[in-house]
Structure formats: C-alpha cells, structure tokens
C-alpha cells in the first residue's frame, strides 16, 4: 500500500506536467465547410431537378485514365441479380462483333463466367458525358496514357 500510495505521488507531477504541455500545443480547429450534394438551397425549397444522363454515342468507349483501369461504362445501367446478369447477354463470349466481349480474366477455364465477377457494377461504373465530378480531381497516372 504504501509503495502504491509513493508511485502515486511519483508519477502525479508527470501526469500533470504532460496535461500542461498538452493544453498549450492545442491550437484552434477550423471547420471544413460542409457541402451538401443537393446543392446551396434552403431546406424547404425545391432544388432543380438533376439534368438526365447522356451517354456517349453508340460505339465509342470512353478513355482510362490508368493502366488496367475497368473500364467506365458508356451506357446506362442494366439489372443484375444473383440468378441473372443482363450485361451478359451482350457482353457475353457469344457477343455480337460490335459488342466488347468481357475480359478474358472474368472467365473460369471451362469459358463460364466466374461468379466473382457476376456484380459487374462492382468494378464497372456508368459515365454519363453531361456529368460534372462532385469532387474535382486532378489525378494523372503516371506514365498514363503516353
Ligand atoms: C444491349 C447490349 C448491352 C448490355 C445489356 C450491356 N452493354 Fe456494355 N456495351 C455495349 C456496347 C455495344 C458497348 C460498346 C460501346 C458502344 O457501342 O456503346 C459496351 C461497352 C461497355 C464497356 C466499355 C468497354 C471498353 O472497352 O471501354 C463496359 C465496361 C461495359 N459495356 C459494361 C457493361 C456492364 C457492366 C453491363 C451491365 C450492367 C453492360 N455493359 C450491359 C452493349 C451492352
Ligand atoms: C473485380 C472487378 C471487375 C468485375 C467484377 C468485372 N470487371 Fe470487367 N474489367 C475489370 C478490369 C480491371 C478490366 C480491365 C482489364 C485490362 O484491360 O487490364 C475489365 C475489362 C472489361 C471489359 C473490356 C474488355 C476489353 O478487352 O477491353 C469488359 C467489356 C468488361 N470488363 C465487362 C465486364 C462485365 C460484363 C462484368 C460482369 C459480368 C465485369 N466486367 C465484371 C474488372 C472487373
């Protein structure tokens, strides 16, 4: 007890040392304003409404902006559920000649499509032309494209 009640009194002038050390590095925080997605409208007016997507025109994809990037989707979206996958009926390897067929590393050996890859809105985003970035982003690979 009476060794405690010294290692009590040992350290109580460290601990309050450390506390006074710390109070003077604080330094005063400045907020990040915050913005909200629905743009600077007051909360009980309407915002416009967002303009509809538009897609690149039939038979162009869209550019990567690194190497083994999976690349945007220049079309809309189009449902998958566990038991079917609609990107498959095009993109599948019986794809039509203008369609791109899925990349070979989506495949198990016997030609089936891994079911890893079945959520291919996982890695495959839609990239409509008329969207500006919520955040702006000046991101260059380098060495990419060169
Ligand atoms: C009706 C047929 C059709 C369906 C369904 C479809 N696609 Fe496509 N997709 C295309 C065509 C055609 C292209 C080539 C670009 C073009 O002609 O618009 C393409 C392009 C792509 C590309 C770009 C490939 C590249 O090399 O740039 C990706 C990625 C893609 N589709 C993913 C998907 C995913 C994921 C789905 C399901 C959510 C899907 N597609 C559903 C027809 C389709
Ligand atoms: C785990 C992530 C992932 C998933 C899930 C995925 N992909 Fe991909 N995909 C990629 C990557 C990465 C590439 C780029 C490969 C490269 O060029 O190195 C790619 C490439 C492609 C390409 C272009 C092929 C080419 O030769 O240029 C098409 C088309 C495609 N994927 C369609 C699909 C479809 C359809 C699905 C769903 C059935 C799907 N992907 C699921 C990551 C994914």
Redesign the pocket.
Known sequence: MRILSLAALMLTPLLVGCNQSDAKEVKPVKATPIYSLRGDVALKATPDPAPFATYPSKGHTLPRAF?????LMPHNLYP?TAKR?S??SC?GRKAKADV????P??HLDDGS?NP?????T???VPQADNRSPIVANDFVAPGYPD
Request: aromatic share 8%; net charge neutral.
């Open positions: 190497q083994n990037q999976p690349p998958i996958n990107c498959q993109h791109p067929v899925t990349h590393s989506h499509l890893a890859y079945n959520f291919c996982q890695c495959h």
